[in-house]
């Protein structure tokens, strides 16, 4: 009643295995267990400072600012979906309309907000008299997602699924020859919004053009970008460098080898290629302890299942998103298409590591678009830089 957070629990099913994250809000900290199967990893987080509204706190706020007559607002909440980083979001109220609902037509409240990390996209939402919402719009570039109200019996119904893979890749200007062993190249990429800040790191150097373009350059053969802290090994649910079975197929890759760390890298991420056997797209996303389990998965399993191995092998790792460039895999030809893969800390500087290709570490056609630790409170928020580029980033070849 008094607005203060007491618990959270969200139970994710994007993998074969479901995952439970129960969160509780002490007075001196916040603590966080995630349940995977039989593995549990709690975290201690900071307390509850008040700087943040619960979502009914936040609802309550909404209808208040609305009847008080003000048209723009913000509030700071968190959405469980998103983990528990708080979420700045910027209000307009617009003008009273009808909508139809249901198959009925219904007077509404029309709202747009956005949130302070993606500016660019605006949520448009419909409340009824009481401020419950009624729909909800947000164009993504390359879908437009809608919720609205419904019955049991109209939210149930089977629908056929959208086909997303093929709507978010990108025809870059030209086709790239032999990519590869491609270990040089540069590309500009642009998009109609403002283009967000990407990374100078690895072999990646960035240079923005203005606030719609930046050149990216990929160097296999430059000096990687150099870091003096040292990063520490960390683990989490998503990542977890602690799991007897991520160990045991660690153990496992590296057999017979020495200390060399670059040496041991390379060894696990050609055993990943060849332990995920099921190259399937069927996967959600699933954790590093799921996909030891079962050896399936896409980009993003191998790109976790390396990490937690490198991890457990006392290598700081974590995984890059971005895009690679497909010349051909069935029905995609000459595109860019978004990609996970993996980084591994060596000898001061991050090392970029693609479990998915059977030859070579690395190519000069990965373009890295953000990078993440995948910590539980904050890897959702950590892959919204790609969500405003998709269905509208455009890509030049410059060289090859």
């Known amino acids: 009643p008094d607005g203060k957070p007491v618990s959270m629990k969200i139970v994710t099913d994007m993998a074969m295995t479901s995952k439970t994250t129960e969160v509780t809000f002490g007075p001196d900290a916040t603590t966080m267990v995630n349940t995977q199967g039989t ?27 609305y009847e008080a007559g003000n048209k723009t607002f913000s509030y700071t909440t968190i959405d469980p979906m998103s983990g528990i980083e708080p979420l700045e979001t910027n209000v307009n109220i617009y003008e009273e309309e009808t909508i139809e609902v249901g198959g009925k037509v219904v007077p509404a409240i029309r709202m747009g907000s956005t949130l302070t990390k993606m500016p660019t996209m605006e949520i448009i939402t419909h409340f009824d008299a009481d401020i419950q919402p009624l729909r909800t719009s947000v164009d993504m570039g390359f879908m437009q997602m809608t919720l609205e109200r419904a019955d049991k019996e109209i939210a149930l119904a089977e629908r056929s699924a959208p086909e997303m893979m093929l709507d978010t890749t990108i025809t870059p200007s030209k086709p790239i020859s032999s990519p590869r062993k491609l270990r040089r190249a540069t590309y500009v990429l642009k998009t109609p919004d403002t283009m967000p800040e990407l990374p100078t790191i690895g072999v ?10 930046v050149r990216v350059t990929v160097d296999l053969d430059a000096a990687s970008a150099r870091t003096n802290d040292r990063p520490a090994v960390t683990h989490n649910s998503n990542i977890d460098g602690k799991d007897p079975r991520i160990i045991a197929l660690k153990d496992e890759a590296t057999q017979g080898l020495g200390d060399d760390p670059a040496e041991r890298a390379e060894a696990m991420r050609r055993f990943v290629y060849d332990y995920i056997d099921e190259k399937s797209l069927g996967v959600g996303f699933a954790t590093a302890t799921e996909v030891a389990q079962t050896g399936q998965g896409d ?4 790109g976790v299942l390396l990490a937690a191995m490198l991890r457990a092998d006392g290598i700081p790792a974590r995984v890059a998103s971005g895009l690679v460039y497909i010349d051909s895999a069935g029905q995609f030809q000459n595109i860019f298409g978004y990609h996970m893969w993996t980084q591994a800390y060596l000898d001061g500087a991050w090392v970029d590591l ?6 070579g570490a690395y190519d000069a056609t990965h ?5 993440s630790n995948m910590d539980e409170d904050k890897w959702v928020n950590d892959m919204v830089t790609m969500i405003p580029l998709i269905g509208k980033l455009e890509v030049e070849v410059i060289k090859p």
């Open 367 to 371: 373009i890295t678009i953000n990078t």
């Open 204 to 213: 990646q150097t960035v240079k923005r053009i203005d606030d719609h373009s």
């Open 39 to 65: 593995r549990t990893n709690t975290r201690k987080l900071p307390a509850y400072d008040g700087s943040w509204m619960p979502p009914a706190a936040a609802g309550r706020y909404v209808t208040e600012q």
């Open 354 to 359: 693609d479990a998915t290709m059977s030859k």
């Open 299 to 302: 980009c993003s399993e191998h």
